[in-house]
């Protein structure tokens, strides 16, 4: 399964950024999805991840309120939606498959992970 992650850029503190990740070579319909970001010198940290139907969802708590992911199943995407950026958001955002579909928020329990997006949040 490939995940390429898009939508990243540079923002303001305070903006919006919507990133999208578009699954290929299988479905995913039966995965649950992640996002999780790598800020520089630091330990890749879990931001939210989704159950298969898209019913529920997890978030860490510094971004509880302010991002959402979401997923359209039939496209093959995800999404992760972030308003009220903060400096701090600055990271590279990866997008992450879990065939077990756990939802889980542990980076090595997720099977495929695509290459990430580069968000930077100026203050």
């Known amino acids: 399964v490939q995940l390429p992650a898009s939508g990243g850029g540079l923002v303001q503190a305070g903006g919006s950024l919507r990133l999208s990740c578009a699954a290929s070579?299988?479905?995913?319909?039966?995965?649950?999805m992640g996002w999780f970001r790598q800020a520089p010198g630091k330990e890749r940290e879990f931001v939210a991840s989704?159950?298969?139907?898209?019913?529920?969802?997890f978030y860490a708590d510094s971004v509880k309120g302010r991002f959402t992911i979401s997923r359209d199943n039939p496209k093959n995407m995800v999404y992760l939606q972030m308003d009220s950026l903060k400096p701090e958001d600055t990271a590279v955002y990866y997008c992450?498959?879990?065939?077990?579909?756990?939802?889980?928020?542990?980076?090595?329990?997720?099977?495929?992970w695509g290459q990430g997006t580069l968000v930077t949040v100026s203050s």
């Open positions: 989704i159950y298969w139907s898209g019913s529920t969802a």
């Open positions: 070579g299988r479905s995913i319909r039966t995965y649950a």
């Open positions: 992450a498959a879990d065939t077990v579909a756990t939802a889980t928020t542990v980076a090595a329990l997720y099977d495929y």
